[in-house]
């Protein structure tokens, strides 16, 4: 199993910015991708970002495009999500993904609320 904890989440004006981390443990696989989605009361979960292995591969939301950017440190088994120019629809509950083995694994999520 794998386990997921998420850090970072909080209150911000539209246009400040946060910083999400969320770090793998236990039976983490020998390589994986990792990722961030959110989820706004009352819609479905979405993607926001993910990152491959290596880091050679990032892609996002078209939504977070220009504002989000993805990394990670494979020997913290840390992904970061640095969220700058924030909205208001940017309010979600967000969820740190691990990919592997055709499994997914999920944090409990860290809430992020951006007012106007």
């Known amino acids: 199993q794998v386990q997921l904890v998420e850090s970072g989440g909080g209150l911000v004006q539209a246009g400040g910015s946060l910083r999400l981390s969320c770090t793998a443990s236990g039976r983490t696989p020998s390589s994986y991708a990792m990722g961030w989605f959110r989820q706004a009361p009352g819609k479905e979960r979405e993607f926001v970002a993910g990152?491959?292995?290596?880091?050679?591969?990032?892609n996002y939301a078209d939504s977070v495009k220009g504002r989000f950017t993805i990394s990670r440190d494979n020997a913290k088994n840390t992904v970061y999500l640095q969220m700058n120019s924030l909205k208001p629809e940017d309010t979600a509950v967000y969820y740190c993904n691990v990919h592997a083995l055709d499994i997914d694994y999920w944090g409990q999520g860290t809430q992020v609320t951006v007012s106007s």
């Open positions: 990152v491959s292995w290596s880091a050679g591969s990032r």
